[in-house]
Every structure is written in structure tokens, then in C-alpha cells.
């Protein structure tokens, strides 16, 4: 009874507007002053109990409820800071004014997205006097149109997706292969004539033969007319047998046909599907995981493919093939088509009913995979720490958690099918009934043939052979409505990092200037606050800080792996979003934090800065970063295969590479972040000493962990929570004895430690 409600009891959902409305209909809203802006909830006090909170924003004031009662009011011109926090399993919102530091509202980690989008737009309402918004803070990741609550990683409803539009665009692209499909298509066609005529050469076999008085008495009589029977029954089984022998030849041209126009379909398919994946940017690729983007690229576009190239003909054809049955079955007695088909309008309206419902608990178990291929992922990845640690159990248990929910959500879909599909069969099975008592009243009242009803059987078999097959294609195109719809939502996904309509290609000098550069990787928190630095062309800045201060960020920034929420960042005077990405990041050299190799030779992963370059740039290259002389005491060298992410290799020895592999581009501005950070004392002095002649005339900047290799840097510029705090050389900042003087102190003195346990 519960999946029968599950079923046909759907509620209708409201839409983000009406809720908000609703709800600031339900709030004493009294002598707030302004213009309403936005409202939201929370569910938990200040005293950590669970409650029924609202906030309501105007232009002017916030004013905050509980339990549909006042219980503080701000107004925004006093407001000193908002700002988000993430606690133990909650998060909130607190403002400083004048008296103080105040917790406005604190909620579930279920609203941290809301929270921290709301925090950060009170913020910027603070400091501009306008409240920014957009789709998705309204959505609160709902359906506008429905108010469905959207799948993790998804940025459009499965439900209201404009599907015909996608099923065009895929049939577009299935247009070089219509060749094998009009093949296809007309072997289909042989095949559907062979069907139809089996089963009235067996109407003659039984009627000429088999239930026939005249033929046995001939045949029993023997002479010429047995031998003219005989030779009718045996002609007749030869026919019988060429239909079924060209039916199987036609049947493996067919297969054929469509393997050739599936394998290339496909592998065009998984091309846009990957091309568009690594045009994103870094935040957006971010927001999924590696395994539901592997999936995307491999599960659902092998989804799609069998759909269009397997199931879509099969569908035509199958569509064909029952209304030409049924057709000749109305022609034989138009009673019987109706007895036939009776149940059918009925099957279909039961359908339409449930399809929905079908659609979500399918999409319910693509996530689950799309969590279990993550899991497996991670702990392939990381193989190496998980040895190290012994944790093999552990992470034995964690995948067969995220296999077992994946194997439950399936077991629950399976048997939710499996009670509803036998239901279909036992209405399609009506049919069947009703032609058992059609053929038996009539061939017992003298009016049909035995061969008649053989026909009639076989014709009535195949045609409920179809339907049944029919049966199952809901569950074939929910599966593939989902697929379809979230490869889609990759391809369609607006890129926020993109070249400008008329974007520049420009010959970089090193000119670096930023200004008011602010950033947060999530709405909740600025990483980079306002930042402001000039560079100049040809300069070392040497960029240090506490960890979380942002120095990656800014590089990150520079290099335009993000876009900056406010400010820019100029090269040469042109801001970064006006110069192609191909033009500025082939005149970037970078060897980041995280270093990875591709598996694959050495030589390989070094000339995969530059391909196509003489093999004399590699070695020179090799040299410049200290890598050449570990490189050739290797039994093979350059040629040496080294394995996934280089784990054959020491971590200074991959950081080597790394850096040869930048220095290869011979780049304008080279970015070195922590690019000595795995490397002993000597070797890294003298990397630093070759680095000295190579950042002559290229703009350099570089974080590093150890600050004496700073020293010679042209100035260093000092992060501190996300703002600079100091610019100055090595001796200028000792000097004032800020910031930088105490981290250099502290490291002195790790040093003094580790040189008196030593």
C-alpha cells in the first residue's frame, strides 16, 4: 500500500518564491523599515536548541524571529562585519557592531550553502549598499519550476530538463552514421517481411497438410498422389527453414551495421563529453567528483549510445512491426483486434501514471554508483597510504558500505519493478485468454481451420512478444532520460572562466599589477580580501605567509585558474579575462605545490610542456632543474617508465622533473609554488643557484616553504588573513620586525632544535 501511495499520491510542490512568500506572510513583520530584500530560515537558537527562525533582509534593516516572534533587529549602516562560520555539525551567521559580536542564526550543516551565501551578500550590502543575488541562491538548489529538490552535481531538474531538445541534439550527432542506420534500417525491413510470412506458411503447412482429410488419405494410399503430398509437405518445411536461416543472416548484418555506427557514435560522443569537461574551470570540476565525472565520460555516454543505436531502431521497428500485426489481425475479424488490444490502453495509462516515480528512484541509484566509483577511486589513488597505514580494512569496509547502499537502492528498484511489471504481464496476458476462447468457440463451431488458429497464435505471439519487450522500455528510457540529462548538464554548463568574445593575443613582457583583488572559493569566506600588488617585468617577489593566508590562491588567480569576485589582475596593462587563455598560460611556466607526473617515460613528462620540442631543449632542461644526472644513473634513462603520478620516483625526484618540465616552456613569468619544498639542503641550493641565472629578465614568483631561499627575492610581499600585510626586502622586513621577522624567527628556531636532536 505504501509504494501504491508513493505512486499516485504525489503532492504538489511549491516553487523557492512561494515558500519565501509564505513565509514572510507568517512573520509579525510591524514597523520594519525598508524595502523587503530576502528571507530565509534556520532551525537552531542560540542556546543550541532546535527552533523555527527566520530572518528577513531589507535595505535598510535585518531583523531576526524565532518562533515567529522578534527577537533582535539590526540596522545594516551600524553593522561593523558579517561573517560565517562553520562549527561541529552546524554553522552560522554573526555580526559585530558597536556593542559587540552577535550570533544572528545558526542552523544544520544541511544550510550551509544558504548560510554562507547570505553571510557574504550581507557583507557586500555593508560595504556597496546593494544586495547581490542570482538563481541559485533563490533556488537554495530546488526546481524553480517545480520546486523538486535538484540531485547533488546537477544544476538542472531532471524532471522539467527539456528532453526532446536533448534527444534532437543526439540524433544530430548520430547524422555521420546514417549510412549504417539506413542499412539498418532496410535490413529490418527483410527481416519484418520473413516475420510476417512465417506464420501463414505455417497456417499452410497444418491446413495442407498436417489437419488436412484429403492429404492423408492420399498419402495413406500411396502412388503418385503420396508422392505429390509428400513433396508439398517437404518444400513446405524447406521454406519454413530458408525464412528462419534468412532471418539469421539478416540478423548478424543487422548487428553489424549497428556495431559500426555505435563504436563511432560513441567515441564522438565521449570526445565532447571530455572536451567540454576540460574547458571548465577549476571551480566548476571541483564541484563534482572524479567519479562522477568518470561516469558521465564512460557509463552514462555508453548509455546513450545503446539507446540511440540499439534501442531508438529497435523501437521504430518494434512500433512497425505491432501496428502491421494488428493490422492484419483487424483484417482477419475486426472482434478479435479489439479483444486483443483491450488491454492495452489500459497498460499504457498505468504507465504514464508511474513514470516519474520510476525516473527518480533511477537517479537515486546512478548516484549511489556515481558514490561507489568515487570511493573505489580514492582508494586507488591512494594506495600508497593506505599500505602505509594498514588501513586496508578500513578502507575495505568503506567501499563495501557505499557497494551496499548502491546494492540496496538497486534490490529496492529491482522489486519495486518487479511487483508493477508482472502486473502489466497479467493484463497484456488478457489477451491471450481472450484469443484462446475466440479460436476454440470458433474451430469448435466449425468456422476456423486448426491452421487459422495457428496463425492467429503465432501472429498473437508476436505480437505480444513485442509488447512484453515494450514493457521493459520505460525502465530503458528512465535510465537513459537520467543519463542523458546530467551528460548535458556538463556540455551545457556555462563556463565561469571563458575567453572574451574578442579576447587578445598578446606577447607577454611581466608587467603584474592587481588590484582590490577579492576571492573566496565558497560564498561563506573571502580567502583574498582586497588585495593590491604591482610586479614588475623581469622581478623576483617572493610571496610568504602563514598557512591559509592565501599565497596559492593569488598565484592561482595570476595564472587564471579562477576569476576574481572583485578586482582584477593586469598583465601589461590588460586584464586578464581580455587575453586568451591558450596565449597567457603557453607563456606561463609553473611547478605548483602538488606535483604530478603522467605515466609514461621521463622524457615524456618533461616534453609535455613543450611537444614537438628537440630533444637537445629536454636534457638542457633536465640540467637547469638538477634532474639529469638522477635521470641517467636509471637502467633506462629518459625512457624510463615511471608510474601513475610518478609514484617509481622520490618526492624530490618528481619535484625535479616538475621543474624541468617548466623551465622547458622558457616561460615569461615563471611561478614556483613550494617548488623546493621536497628536496635536501644541497640539492636545493643548487636548483636556487641555477634558478639565479634562469629568473634573469622573466618576471619570478615564488612561495616557499623555507624562507632563507627567499633571501634573494627583489622584495617579499606578506599575506595575512587574505589581506597584504607587509612588502619589503629580506632586510627592510627584518628590520621592522613584523610579521615576517616572527616567522623567521620560528623557523630559525625549529632550525636550532632539529641541529641540537640531530
Not at 533511477?362 to 566509483?373: D, K, L, N, P, V
Request: glycine share 8%.
Amino acid at each position: 500500500m505504501n509504494i501504491l501511495k508513493r505512486l499516485f499520491n504525489r503532492k504538489k510542490r511549491k516553487t523557492p518564491a512561494q515558500l519565501q512568500s509564505e513565509l514572510v506572510a507568517s512573520l509579525p513583520l510591524g514597523d520594519v523599515p525598508g524595502e523587503l530584500i530576502s528571507a530565509f530560515r534556520f532551525d537552531i537558537d542560540n542556546d543550541g536548541r532546535k527552533c523555527d527562525g527566520a530572518v528577513l533582509l531589507t535595505d535598510k534593516t535585518l531583523a531576526v524571529y524565532i518562533d515567529r516572534e522578534e527577537t533582535a533587529r539590526y540596522t545594516i549602516s551600524d553593522c561593523l562585519r558579517f561573517e560565517f562560520r562553520a562549527l561541529v555539525g552546524a554553522c552560522e551567521i554573526d555580526v559585530t557592531d558597536s556593542q559587540g559580536e552577535h550570533v544572528i542564526c545558526r542552523a544544520d550543516n544541511a544550510s550551509r550553502d544558504l548560510l554562507a551565501k547570505n553571510a557574504r551578500r550581507l557583507e557586500r550590502l555593508r560595504e556597496t549598499g546593494t544586495y547581490s543575488t542570482d538563481e541559485e541562491l533563490e533556488m537554495y538548489r530546488v526546481c524553480p519550476r517545480c520546486g523538486r529538490k535538484l540531485q547533488r552535481g546537477l544544476s538542472v531538474c531532471t524532471h522539467c530538463a527539456d528532453k526532446k531538445s536533448m534527444l534532437k541534439r543526439l540524433l544530430v550527432m548520430a547524422r555521420p552514421y546514417r549510412k549504417y542506420l539506413i542499412i539498418s534500417a532496410i535490413l529490418f525491413f527483410a527481416g519484418f517481411a520473413l516475420q510476417l510470412v512465417g506464420p501463414y506458411v505455417n497456417k499452410l503447412l497444418v491446413d495442407g497438410y498436417v489437419d488436412n482429410a484429403q492429404a492423408k488419405a492420399a498419402a495413406a494410399a500411396g502412388g503418385a498422389d503420396r508422392a505429390v503430398i509428400f513433396r508439398g509437405f517437404i518444400l513446405t518445411i524447406a521454406l519454413m527453414l530458408l525464412i528462419r536461416i534468412g532471418q539469421s543472416v539478416i540478423t548478424s548484418l543487422r548487428n553489424l551495421s549497428v556495431m559500426q555506427a555505435g563504436t563511432g557514435f560513441i567515441v564522438d560522443l565521449r570526445r565532447m563529453v571530455f572536451e567540454k569537461i576540460q574547458q571548465l574551470s577549476v571551480r566548476s570540476i571541483s564541484k563534482r567528483t572524479s567519479g562522477e565525472l568518470m561516469r558521465r565520460v564512460t557509463g552514462d555516454t555508453s548509455q546513450l549510445e545503446n539507446f540511440i543505436v540499439g534501442q531508438l531502431p529497435n523501437i521504430i521497428e518494434q512500433t512497425v512491426l505491432v501496428v502491421s500485426v494488428t493490422v492484419i489481425l483487424f483484417i482477419f475479424d475486426w472482434r478479435l483486434g479489439l479483444l486483443i488490444l483491450a488491454p492495452l490502453p489500459l497498460c499504457l495509462i498505468s504507465w504514464a501514471s508511474i513514470s516519474r516515480f520510476f525516473h527518480r528512484i533511477y537517479g537515486r541509484q546512478w548516484e549511489a554508483e556515481s558514490r561507489s566509483g568515487t570511493v573505489l577511486y580514492d582508494i586507488f589513488s591512494g594506495i600508497r597510504v593506505v599500505k602505509a597505514y594498514r588501513t586496508e580494512q578500513k578502507e575495505f569496509a568503506r567501499y563495501d558500505g557505499a557497494a551496499k547502499e548502491e546494492k540496496d537502492i538497486a534490490v529496492k528498484n529491482e522489486t519495486v519493478f518487479n511487483l508493477v511489471d508482472p502486473l502489466f504481464g497479467l493484463v497484456m496476458n488478457l489477451g491471450t485468454i481472450f484469443l484462446l476462447y475466440y479460436t476454440g468457440t470458433r474451430i469448435l463451431g466449425g468456422n476456423m481451420t486448426l491452421g487459422d488458429a495457428s496463425m492467429l497464435g503465432a501472429y498473437v505471439g508476436l505480437l505480444y512478444g513485442h509488447i512484453g519487450w515494450v514493457a521493459n522500455l520505460p525502465r530503458i528510457i528512465v535510465r537513459t532520460v537520467t543519463s542523458m540529462i546530467k551528460v548535458f548538464d556538463v556540455v551545457d554548463e556555462k563556463a565561469d572562466v571563458a575567453d572574451a568574445k574578442e579576447a587578445l593575443t598578446v606577447k607577454i613582457k611581466g608587467d603584474i599589477d592587481v588590484e582590490d583583488l577579492t576571492f573566496g572559493y565558497d560564498e561563506g569566506t573571502d580567502v583574498l580580501k582586497k588585495v593590491n600588488l604591482h610586479i614588475d617585468s623581469g622581478k623576483m617577489v617572493g610571496i610568504v605567509g602563514r598557512s591559509g593566508a592565501g599565497k596559492s590562491t593569488l598565484i592561482n588567480l595570476i595564472m587564471r585558474m579562477y576569476d576574481p569576485d572583485g578586482g582584477c589582475v593586469r598583465i601589461d596593462g590588460h586584464d586578464l579575462r581580455d587575453i586568451s587563455q591558450q596565449s597567457l598560460r603557453s607563456q606561463i611556466g609553473a611547478v605548483l605545490q602538488e606535483t604530478f607526473l603522467f605515466k609514461g617515460t621521463i622524457y615524456d613528462n618533461i616534453a609535455y610542456a613543450l611537444p614537438g620540442c628537440p630533444r637537445e631543449a629536454v636534457l638542457s632542461a633536465a640540467k637547469a632543474a638538477g634532474a639529469h644526472d638522477f635521470i641517467i644513473r636509471l637502467p633506462d634513462g629518459y625512457d624510463t617508465v615511471i608510474g601513475e603520478n610518478g609514484h617509481t620516483l622520490s618526492g624530490g625526484e618528481r619535484q625535479r622533473v616538475s621543474i624541468a618540465r617548466a623551465l622547458l616552456r622558457d616561460p615569461r613569468i615563471l611561478i614556483l609554488d613550494e617548488a623546493t619544498a621536497s628536496l635536501d639542503t644541497e640539492t636545493e641550493k643548487n636548483i636556487q643557484d641555477t634558478l639565479k641565472k634562469l629568473i634573469k629578465d622573466r618576471t619570478t614568483i615564488a612561495i616557499a616553504h623555507r624562507l632563507s631561499t627567499l633571501r634573494n627575492a627583489d622584495f617579499l610581499v606578506v599575506l595575512d588573513k587574505g589581506a597584504v600585510a607587509e612588502v619589503g626586502t629580506h632586510e627592510e622586513l627584518m628590520r621592522r620586525k613584523g610579521i615576517y621577522y616572527g616567522l623567521v624567527m620560528a623557523q630559525r628556531q625549529m632550525a636550532g632544535r632539529k641541529g641540537k636532536t640531530g
